[in-house]
Protein backbone atom coordinates (compact mmCIF):
# COMPACT_ATOMS: atom_id res chain seq x y z
CA UNK A 1 0.00 0.00 0.00
CA UNK A 2 2.03 2.99 -1.52
CA UNK A 3 -0.84 5.77 -0.23
CA UNK A 4 -0.49 6.77 3.80
CA UNK A 5 -3.97 8.35 3.25
CA UNK A 6 -5.52 5.20 2.21
CA UNK A 7 -3.95 4.39 5.57
CA UNK A 8 -5.05 7.28 7.71
CA UNK A 9 -8.47 6.12 6.48
CA UNK A 10 -8.33 3.21 7.66
CA UNK A 11 -10.20 1.66 10.86
CA UNK A 12 -7.08 -0.85 11.39
CA UNK A 13 -4.29 2.20 11.99
CA UNK A 14 -4.22 4.80 14.39
CA UNK A 15 -1.79 7.68 14.94
CA UNK A 16 0.70 5.70 17.46
CA UNK A 17 0.42 3.08 15.21
CA UNK A 18 1.33 5.68 12.22
CA UNK A 19 3.99 7.64 14.58
CA UNK A 20 5.72 4.54 15.62
CA UNK A 21 6.10 3.29 12.17
CA UNK A 22 7.53 6.84 10.59
CA UNK A 23 9.87 6.86 14.08
CA UNK A 24 11.86 3.79 12.40
CA UNK A 25 13.05 6.79 9.64
CA UNK A 26 11.63 4.77 7.02
CA UNK A 27 10.80 6.00 3.98
CA UNK A 28 6.94 7.34 3.55
CA UNK A 29 6.71 4.47 0.88
CA UNK A 30 8.24 1.56 2.97
CA UNK A 31 6.30 3.11 6.10
CA UNK A 32 3.04 2.18 4.27
CA UNK A 33 3.92 -0.97 3.29
CA UNK A 34 4.98 -1.31 6.59
CA UNK A 35 1.37 -0.80 8.46
CA UNK A 36 -0.23 -2.42 4.75
CA UNK A 37 0.52 -5.36 6.46
CA UNK A 38 -2.31 -4.43 8.93
CA UNK A 39 -4.70 -4.75 6.71
CA UNK A 40 -6.55 -7.36 5.00
CA UNK A 41 -4.72 -8.09 2.21
CA UNK A 42 -5.92 -8.28 -1.85
CA UNK A 43 -9.42 -6.92 -1.69
CA UNK A 44 -9.08 -5.01 1.68
CA UNK A 45 -6.27 -2.88 0.60
CA UNK A 46 -7.85 -2.48 -3.09
CA UNK A 47 -10.68 -0.90 -1.21
CA UNK A 48 -8.58 1.69 0.81
CA UNK A 49 -6.27 2.52 -1.90
CA UNK A 50 -9.62 3.46 -4.09
CA UNK A 51 -11.36 5.30 -0.88
CA UNK A 52 -7.61 7.43 -1.06
CA UNK A 53 -8.08 8.47 -4.83
CA UNK A 54 -11.42 9.48 -4.16
CA UNK A 55 -11.22 11.58 -1.30
CA UNK A 56 -8.00 13.20 -3.00
CA UNK A 57 -10.05 14.33 -5.82
CA UNK A 58 -13.08 15.40 -3.76
CA UNK A 59 -11.09 17.66 -1.50
CA UNK A 60 -9.36 18.81 -4.67
CA UNK A 61 -13.00 19.74 -5.86
CA UNK A 62 -13.56 21.47 -2.69
CA UNK A 63 -10.06 23.47 -2.52
CA UNK A 64 -8.98 21.79 0.19
CA UNK A 65 -5.02 21.20 0.97
CA UNK A 66 -4.65 17.80 3.17
CA UNK A 67 -2.00 17.52 5.17
CA UNK A 68 -1.07 14.36 6.80
CA UNK A 69 0.79 13.27 9.83
CA UNK A 70 3.64 12.22 7.77
CA UNK A 71 4.41 15.57 6.21
CA UNK A 72 6.79 17.92 6.96
CA UNK A 73 4.52 20.82 7.09
CA UNK A 74 1.83 18.97 9.53
CA UNK A 75 2.06 21.50 12.90
CA UNK A 76 4.54 20.65 15.15
CA UNK A 77 2.23 21.25 18.14
CA UNK A 78 -0.39 18.91 16.80
CA UNK A 79 2.08 16.21 16.16
CA UNK A 80 2.91 16.04 19.91
CA UNK A 81 -0.84 15.47 20.71
CA UNK A 82 -1.38 12.47 22.50
CA UNK A 83 -3.79 11.30 19.47
CA UNK A 84 -3.19 13.43 16.79
CA UNK A 85 -5.05 14.53 13.73
CA UNK A 86 -3.91 11.83 11.22
CA UNK A 87 -4.99 14.04 8.03
CA UNK A 88 -5.71 17.53 8.51
CA UNK A 89 -8.10 19.19 5.75
CA UNK A 90 -7.34 22.91 5.40
CA UNK A 91 -9.06 25.70 3.59
CA UNK A 92 -6.81 28.51 3.28
CA UNK A 93 -3.53 28.74 5.66
CA UNK A 94 -2.35 26.90 8.94
CA UNK A 95 -1.63 29.73 11.57
CA UNK A 96 1.66 32.24 10.31
CA UNK A 97 2.99 32.46 13.49
CA UNK A 98 3.06 31.06 17.14
CA UNK A 99 0.71 34.46 18.49
CA UNK A 100 -2.60 33.02 18.37
CA UNK A 101 -4.76 33.48 21.00
CA UNK A 102 -8.11 30.69 21.23
CA UNK A 103 -11.46 32.86 22.10
CA UNK A 104 -14.32 30.61 22.93
CA UNK A 105 -17.59 30.81 24.98
CA UNK A 106 -21.62 30.10 25.15
CA UNK A 107 -23.40 29.66 21.72
CA UNK A 108 -26.41 31.58 23.25
CA UNK A 109 -23.73 34.88 24.12
CA UNK A 110 -25.52 38.49 25.53
CA UNK A 111 -25.48 41.35 23.69
CA UNK A 112 -22.63 43.05 25.60
CA UNK A 113 -20.53 39.88 25.59
CA UNK A 114 -20.74 39.55 21.87
CA UNK A 115 -19.85 43.34 21.21
CA UNK A 116 -17.33 42.86 23.52
CA UNK A 117 -15.88 39.71 21.93
CA UNK A 118 -16.06 41.68 18.58
CA UNK A 119 -14.28 44.71 19.83
CA UNK A 120 -11.42 42.65 21.44
CA UNK A 121 -10.83 40.36 18.85
CA UNK A 122 -10.66 43.09 16.10
CA UNK A 123 -8.19 45.17 18.22
CA UNK A 124 -5.96 41.80 18.71
CA UNK A 125 -5.69 40.99 15.25
CA UNK A 126 -4.88 44.87 14.72
CA UNK A 127 -2.04 43.96 17.12
CA UNK A 128 -0.86 41.06 15.28
CA UNK A 129 -2.16 38.28 17.19
CA UNK A 130 -4.13 35.67 15.06
CA UNK A 131 -7.68 34.74 16.35
CA UNK A 132 -8.68 30.99 16.84
CA UNK A 133 -12.16 29.50 17.82
CA UNK A 134 -14.82 26.93 16.53
CA UNK A 135 -16.91 28.79 14.43
CA UNK A 136 -20.16 27.99 16.22
CA UNK A 137 -22.61 30.32 17.02
CA UNK A 138 -22.40 32.86 19.45
CA UNK A 139 -18.86 33.83 20.78
CA UNK A 140 -16.99 31.79 18.46
CA UNK A 141 -18.69 33.63 15.49
CA UNK A 142 -18.26 36.96 16.95
CA UNK A 143 -14.29 36.39 17.61
CA UNK A 144 -13.89 35.47 14.23
CA UNK A 145 -15.80 38.40 12.99
CA UNK A 146 -14.08 40.99 14.68
CA UNK A 147 -10.61 39.53 13.72
CA UNK A 148 -11.47 39.55 10.28
CA UNK A 149 -12.80 43.76 10.60
CA UNK A 150 -9.35 43.79 11.82
CA UNK A 151 -7.55 42.66 8.72
CA UNK A 152 -5.82 39.65 10.77
CA UNK A 153 -6.04 36.40 10.96
CA UNK A 154 -8.54 34.24 12.25
CA UNK A 155 -8.86 30.39 11.83
CA UNK A 156 -11.81 27.80 12.65
CA UNK A 157 -11.97 24.80 13.31
CA UNK A 158 -14.73 22.46 13.00
CA UNK A 159 -16.54 19.39 14.94
CA UNK A 160 -17.18 17.59 11.57
CA UNK A 161 -16.38 17.34 7.86
CA UNK A 162 -15.54 20.33 5.78
CA UNK A 163 -18.32 19.00 3.64
CA UNK A 164 -20.91 18.85 6.20
CA UNK A 165 -20.31 22.09 7.41
CA UNK A 166 -22.09 23.22 10.54
CA UNK A 167 -23.80 25.42 12.22
CA UNK A 168 -24.89 26.20 8.45
CA UNK A 169 -26.00 29.90 9.65
CA UNK A 170 -21.90 30.45 9.68
CA UNK A 171 -21.55 29.11 6.24
CA UNK A 172 -20.82 32.46 4.95
CA UNK A 173 -18.75 33.79 7.46
CA UNK A 174 -16.53 30.37 6.83
CA UNK A 175 -15.94 31.58 2.87
CA UNK A 176 -14.22 34.34 4.47
CA UNK A 177 -11.68 32.69 6.68
CA UNK A 178 -9.76 29.86 7.21
CA UNK A 179 -11.19 26.43 8.06
CA UNK A 180 -9.75 23.45 9.85
CA UNK A 181 -11.07 19.97 10.25
CA UNK A 182 -9.71 16.27 11.04
CA UNK A 183 -12.62 14.40 10.03
CA UNK A 184 -12.91 12.77 6.60
CA UNK A 185 -14.96 14.14 3.70
CA UNK A 186 -18.90 13.26 4.49
CA UNK A 187 -18.42 13.15 8.70
CA UNK A 188 -21.64 14.57 9.59
CA UNK A 189 -21.57 17.04 13.30
CA UNK A 190 -21.74 14.74 16.39
CA UNK A 191 -21.46 15.82 20.10
CA UNK A 192 -18.61 13.06 20.52
CA UNK A 193 -16.37 15.19 17.70
CA UNK A 194 -16.75 18.97 19.44
CA UNK A 195 -14.66 17.64 21.97
CA UNK A 196 -11.69 16.77 19.45
CA UNK A 197 -12.41 19.93 18.10
CA UNK A 198 -11.91 21.78 21.19
CA UNK A 199 -7.86 20.16 21.60
CA UNK A 200 -6.90 21.27 18.25
CA UNK A 201 -8.27 24.96 19.39
CA UNK A 202 -6.15 24.82 22.18
CA UNK A 203 -3.13 23.23 21.17
CA UNK A 204 -2.72 25.79 18.54
CA UNK A 205 -3.28 28.92 20.30
CA UNK A 206 -0.71 30.56 23.22
CA UNK A 207 -3.90 31.28 25.15
CA UNK A 208 -7.28 30.28 25.31
CA UNK A 209 -9.73 33.51 26.25
CA UNK A 210 -13.29 32.04 27.55
CA UNK A 211 -15.52 35.08 27.42
CA UNK A 212 -19.04 33.67 28.64
CA UNK A 213 -19.55 29.84 29.65
CA UNK A 214 -21.81 28.29 32.01
CA UNK A 215 -20.74 25.60 34.40
CA UNK A 216 -20.82 22.91 32.07
CA UNK A 217 -19.85 24.76 28.79
CA UNK A 218 -18.03 22.71 26.17
CA UNK A 219 -15.97 25.96 26.48
CA UNK A 220 -14.31 24.49 29.66
CA UNK A 221 -13.30 21.90 27.87
CA UNK A 222 -11.01 23.94 25.21
CA UNK A 223 -9.69 25.60 28.89
CA UNK A 224 -9.34 22.06 30.22
CA UNK A 225 -7.28 21.21 27.45
CA UNK A 226 -5.37 24.25 27.37
CA UNK A 227 -4.27 23.86 31.16
CA UNK A 228 -3.27 19.91 30.36
CA UNK A 229 -0.92 21.44 27.30
CA UNK A 230 0.82 24.05 29.08
CA UNK A 231 -1.30 27.36 27.89
CA UNK A 232 -2.47 29.88 29.59
CA UNK A 233 -6.52 30.24 30.41
CA UNK A 234 -7.83 33.52 30.75
CA UNK A 235 -11.73 34.37 31.60
CA UNK A 236 -13.91 37.42 31.70
CA UNK A 237 -15.50 37.65 34.93
CA UNK A 238 -19.34 38.36 35.06
CA UNK A 239 -22.24 39.05 37.60
CA UNK A 240 -22.23 36.36 40.33
CA UNK A 241 -25.97 35.47 39.43
CA UNK A 242 -25.80 35.11 35.43
CA UNK A 243 -26.02 31.39 34.38
CA UNK A 244 -23.34 32.29 31.60
CA UNK A 245 -20.83 33.68 33.87
CA UNK A 246 -20.56 30.68 36.18
CA UNK A 247 -18.10 28.78 34.36
CA UNK A 248 -15.73 31.77 34.06
CA UNK A 249 -15.87 32.95 37.56
CA UNK A 250 -15.04 29.43 38.30
CA UNK A 251 -12.11 29.44 35.93
CA UNK A 252 -10.88 32.68 37.79
CA UNK A 253 -11.29 31.27 41.27
CA UNK A 254 -9.30 27.78 39.94
CA UNK A 255 -6.26 30.31 38.90
CA UNK A 256 -7.35 31.46 35.20
CA UNK A 257 -5.63 34.77 33.96
CA UNK A 258 -8.92 37.68 34.95
CA UNK A 259 -9.11 39.84 31.73
CA UNK A 260 -11.47 42.67 30.92
CA UNK A 261 -10.10 44.28 28.09
CA UNK A 262 -7.93 43.97 24.93
CA UNK A 263 -4.27 45.04 27.00
CA UNK A 264 -4.69 42.45 29.53
CA UNK A 265 -5.13 39.64 26.99
CA UNK A 266 -2.00 41.61 24.91
CA UNK A 267 0.00 41.47 28.23
CA UNK A 268 -0.76 37.79 28.31
CA UNK A 269 0.20 36.66 25.41
CA UNK A 270 3.58 39.18 25.98
CA UNK A 271 3.03 41.09 22.43
CA UNK A 272 2.72 45.34 22.69
CA UNK A 273 -0.10 46.71 21.61
CA UNK A 274 0.59 49.15 18.54
CA UNK A 275 0.07 52.99 19.30
CA UNK A 276 -3.42 54.23 18.80
CA UNK A 277 -5.01 57.61 18.86
CA UNK A 278 -6.60 58.51 21.97
CA UNK A 279 -10.42 59.24 21.62
CA UNK A 280 -10.38 62.23 23.98
CA UNK A 281 -13.55 62.87 25.66
CA UNK A 282 -14.49 66.24 27.15
CA UNK A 283 -17.20 67.69 28.95
CA UNK A 284 -20.75 65.70 29.82
CA UNK A 285 -19.29 62.72 27.71
CA UNK A 286 -16.20 62.28 30.35
CA UNK A 287 -18.65 62.49 32.95
CA UNK A 288 -20.67 59.48 31.60
CA UNK A 289 -17.97 57.60 30.87
CA UNK A 290 -16.40 58.30 34.09
CA UNK A 291 -19.69 57.16 35.57
CA UNK A 292 -19.91 54.33 33.56
CA UNK A 293 -16.51 52.57 34.43
CA UNK A 294 -17.31 53.49 38.27
CA UNK A 295 -20.37 51.99 38.53
CA UNK A 296 -19.87 48.85 35.51
CA UNK A 297 -23.48 48.90 34.59
CA UNK A 298 -25.77 51.26 34.94
CA UNK A 299 -29.58 52.66 33.83
CA UNK A 300 -29.43 56.30 31.95
CA UNK A 301 -31.64 57.53 35.19
CA UNK A 302 -28.63 55.92 37.39
CA UNK A 303 -25.66 57.70 35.48
CA UNK A 304 -28.14 60.81 35.52
CA UNK A 305 -28.02 61.42 38.94
CA UNK A 306 -24.47 60.46 39.81
CA UNK A 307 -23.58 63.04 36.91
CA UNK A 308 -25.92 65.81 37.80
CA UNK A 309 -27.13 65.91 34.40
CA UNK A 310 -30.45 65.45 32.86
CA UNK A 311 -31.99 62.61 31.54
CA UNK A 312 -32.42 63.21 28.14
CA UNK A 313 -28.93 64.72 27.85
CA UNK A 314 -27.69 61.46 29.77
CA UNK A 315 -29.37 59.51 26.92
CA UNK A 316 -27.73 61.75 24.23
CA UNK A 317 -24.19 61.13 25.62
CA UNK A 318 -24.71 57.41 25.55
CA UNK A 319 -25.67 57.43 21.88
CA UNK A 320 -22.56 59.09 21.26
CA UNK A 321 -20.65 56.80 23.43
CA UNK A 322 -22.21 53.81 21.62
CA UNK A 323 -21.16 54.96 18.39
CA UNK A 324 -17.34 55.78 19.56
CA UNK A 325 -17.71 52.43 20.90
CA UNK A 326 -16.89 53.21 24.27
CA UNK A 327 -20.68 51.65 25.49
CA UNK A 328 -23.02 49.11 24.94
CA UNK A 329 -26.68 49.12 25.68
CA UNK A 330 -28.85 45.86 26.86
CA UNK A 331 -32.14 45.49 28.20
CA UNK A 332 -31.72 49.51 29.03
CA UNK A 333 -29.13 49.42 30.97
CA UNK A 334 -25.49 50.22 29.26
CA UNK A 335 -21.81 49.17 29.80
CA UNK A 336 -18.24 50.35 29.26
CA UNK A 337 -16.19 48.98 26.61
Known sequence: MSD???LALSPQVGP???????????SV???AELLGREIASGY??????GRAVQEREQATRLGLRLIGLWEPAYPEVLRHLESPPMVLYLKGELPPSERNIAVVGTRKASPWATAWTHKVARELAEAGVGVISGLALGIDAASHKGALEGGGYTLGVLGSAMDRFYPPQNRNLAEQMNVLSEFPLGTPPQAG????RNRIVAALAKA???VEA??????????????ELGRDVLAVPGRPGDTFSLGCNR???DGAGLVVNTEDVLNALGVRAPQKQAIQLEGPQAQVYRALLELSEALPDDLAQTTGLSTAETLSVLMLLELKGLAHSNAGRYRPI
Open 4 to 6: PLA
Open 16 to 26: SRLQQALATDL
Open 29 to 31: EAV
Open 44 to 49: AKTLQE
Open 193 to 196: LFPR
Open 208 to 210: VLV
Open 214 to 227: GEKSGSLITARFAA
Open 251 to 253: LIQ
